[in-house]
């Protein structure tokens, strides 16, 4: 299993949520779900360093009169990319369910 870090692991979850979609449309989801701000370039970093590992692909979109004729690049997550999140959640399950509640003393440990 090669390693996934969190920050792919949220964005490929975000990517598997839907056919594609545009970096700006990952931060906002990103933002709703975690409640915290992440900026474009980290963003972009996380995808095309997933596209290397064949988790992500992506594509030029239309060019749009918003954009000043320019075009979207638009993500999409790949089979591989799911099958590695897939693996992730499944190890993660495994783990969560041997967990014991651990009773807390006030201050101590």
């Known amino acids: ?10 964005i490929l979850m975000i990517l598997l949520r839907q056919e594609e979609c545009h970096g700006v449309e990952i931060a906002q989801q990103y933002e709703a779900a975690i409640k915290k701000t992440i900026s474009l370039p980290a963003i972009h970093v996380v995808l095309k360093r997933m596209e290397k590992k064949g988790w ?11 954009r000043g004729g320019r075009r979207k690049r638009l993500y999409r997550a790949t089979p591989a990319g799911y099958y590695a ?15 014991i509640h651990p009773k807390f003393n006030h201050g101590t440990i």
């Open 56 to 66: 992500v692909e992506s594509k030029f979109g239309e060019p749009t009169a918003e």
């Open 1 to 10: 299993m090669e390693s996934i870090g969190s920050l792919e692991e949220i």
């Open 85 to 99: 999140i897939k693996e992730v959640q499944e190890v993660k399950s495994k783990l969560w369910a041997g967990i």
